[in-house]
């Protein structure tokens, strides 16, 4: 599996022109980013999506990231696919550890495992906020923690909804 590294100050992999789901990332392990500027926090240091961008993301490895919210991915305002992937080992301060759905994103998951990702608040796999609806079907969610509350999966308002099933906690 090739590695894909971040740099100083920015995101390992950017999603944010607006990408169709025909922008595929296959097969990488995204790791290490400082991730981006978004709202005034940092965000998203494996994988940043944003702006309507809706890439398919499959067979991907995102593991050992480290920002405020969404360490492993931040998603905003898309609608991104996730068939097969690992998240393992993110660290947020805040919400979602491994990914924050957040400003009408509508995610998928598929297939997806998400191992020993921590917060410091909320969220340890995934933090939803602001009007976000997500699909986890045949997931594994296992070893997640949160210091404050939703070790695996954590709604930030009654706007969101995580639709799981067919899924192991």
Do not use: K
């Amino acid at each position: 599996q090739t590695w894909i590294t971040g740099v100083q100050n920015r995101s390992c992999v950017l999603f944010m022109a607006g990408e169709s789901d025909a922008a595929v990332l296959d097969g990488f392990t995204v790791s290490g980013g400082d991730g981006m500027q978004y709202q005034g926090t940092i965000v998203g240091a494996g994988i940043y999506i944003f702006g309507g961008s809706n890439p398919t993301v499959r067979n991907c490895i995102v593991r050992d990231n480290e920002a405020q919210f969404g360490a492993g991915v931040h998603i905003a305002l898309s609608s991104p696919s996730f068939e097969s992937c690992t998240f393992v080992g993110n660290v947020s301060d805040s919400n979602g550890a491994a990914v924050r759905i957040h400003d009408n994103s509508f995610p998928s998951f598929v297939d997806c495992t998400f191992l020993n990702n921590h917060t410091n608040d909320f969220g340890g796999a995934i933090a939803y906020g602001n009007d976000s609806t997500g699909t986890h079907v045949n997931c594994q969610f296992d070893g997640n923690t949160a210091d404050i509350r939703g070790g695996a999966i954590y709604l930030g308002c009654s706007c969101s909804d995580a639709q799981v099933s067919s899924s192991a906690f």
